[in-house]
């Protein structure tokens, strides 16, 4: 399988290549040049299998000969062994064919576990393989550095440094990071925002002569094609589980950065009967304002209640233009160029093409903390603000009433207490046991001014693994 640009000027790259690159050497973001596309036996088919199994169905083609198959089945199995449920990612139902796909169940509470926990152990195996080390970076607010650090630290051929803005995380989220052991952790809090911390990590994706010896950086963001990959396995899942492929089915999807909801797209250009996808965002709606007026702009960053949503650009939304553009990477490099500078309006074709498959719906807290509220009284189930936003867009979405609707439960709601509390709900939301001392764990963590040569000089200086 061959991986190829956006804008249509980078090399195309075989999967062990694009799992070591970030962007492509054009600015655009890699895709598979072919989908693998699944027949109705084939889906039929999937009904039998357990969710390591279906994972290596999905994956393997994508793969390619990167990796024997008896070794890919290997890091699936280990992969999806940490997870704290038999089924891994289970349905439950809040309402006449209406569900929820609970993503939550890995170490750190939130979907992102899918991808990299697999992240982390495909590339150990083929750095291992090529007698290579390297330095993962990344800026966090929250969910990715927990989940990344987490599938990292069994990782032999790996330091992994990640930038919070110091006393702007939560607690739980901050714990989640500082408390993992391992030497090739290394947590920076840094005296500045969140948009700092981003800064730091692209300035130092431009300039790597601060790495020692040989060492490659590596992204751990969605435009990392591994993440995507990896979540397409649970939309089959859930779909096949309610039926699928006699039934179509709907997702309605949490999003911020695209990668869930692009997953999703290519589960249903993969075969899978999607029968519409609805873009849930909170009061960061660049995308839902795409739909409704057809220009894409950026705009003031908003802090919500989802703080995992709280995004002004979605990058991974260029992966979906490159098929609304009949994967044209000139329009798509041109378009992106231009978008640089300021707003920019889609061509009538794309966004009949784009309305044709997605919905969107922005929620804001006010809503978010009723449908918290009133899915707890309904059903006694708790929902965390990210799902509750997917729960309330599925609603407002109007589907037919026959079409099972599933919103992505993207988190845990241990996780966002505080939302819990202000939908007025006046109960304690325990942490899953594996984290009930999490309280007590110590952290660690270096404190460091914002400043770039203080934290490329740390890096360079604590590189051990
Ligand atoms: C990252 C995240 C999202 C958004 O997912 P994207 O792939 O960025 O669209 C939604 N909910 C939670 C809890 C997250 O951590």
Known sequence: MNYISTRGQAP???????????LAAD??????????????????????????????????????????AADLRQLLRDTYADFRHDAVAPLVQIAANRWVLELFHGPTLAFKDFAL???????????????????ILGATSGDTGSAAIEGCKRCRNIDIFILHPHRRVSDVQRRQMTTVVGDNIHNLAIQGNFDDCQAMVKASFNGRAFLPGDRRLVAVNSI????????IVYYFYAAVALGAPARSVAFSVPTGNFGDIFAGYLAQQMGLPVARLVIATNRNDVLHRVLRTGTYARQALVHSLSPSMDITVSSNFERLLFDLYDRDGAAVAGLMRRFEHGEIAFSEAAMQRLRGLFSSHCVSDEATCAQIASTWNDCEY????????????????DIDA???????????????????????????VDLPPHLHDLFQRTER?????????????FIAQHCTA
């Not at 195309?12 to 970030?22: K, M, P, S």
């Open 402 to 428: 026959a079409v099972p609707v599933i919103a992505l439960a993207t988190a845990h709601p241990a996780k966002f207490p505080d939302a819990v509390a202000r939908a007025g709900l006046q109960r304690a």
């Open 445 to 457: 963590f270096e404190v460091l001014p914002n400043e770039l040569s203080a934290v490329q000089g």
């Open 12 to 22: 195309a790259l075989d999967f062990e290549q694009v799992l070591l690159t970030g």
């Open 27 to 68: 600015g655009g973001l890699y895709v598979p040049q072919h989908l693998p596309v699944f027949s109705r036996e084939d889906i039929a088919a999937m009904a039998a299998m357990d969710y390591p199994e279906l994972a290596q169905t999905i994956i393997a083609p994508f793969v390619g000969d990167c990796i024997p």
């Open 224 to 231: 990392n094609w591994a993440r995507i990959m990896a979540q």
């Open 382 to 397: 708790l929902l965390d603000p990210h799902s509750a936003i997917g729960v309330q867009a599925a609603l407002e979405a």
């Open 117 to 135: 926990q697999l992240l982390g152990r495909l590339l150990d195996y083929v750095l291992e393989r090529r007698h290579q080390k390297v330095v």
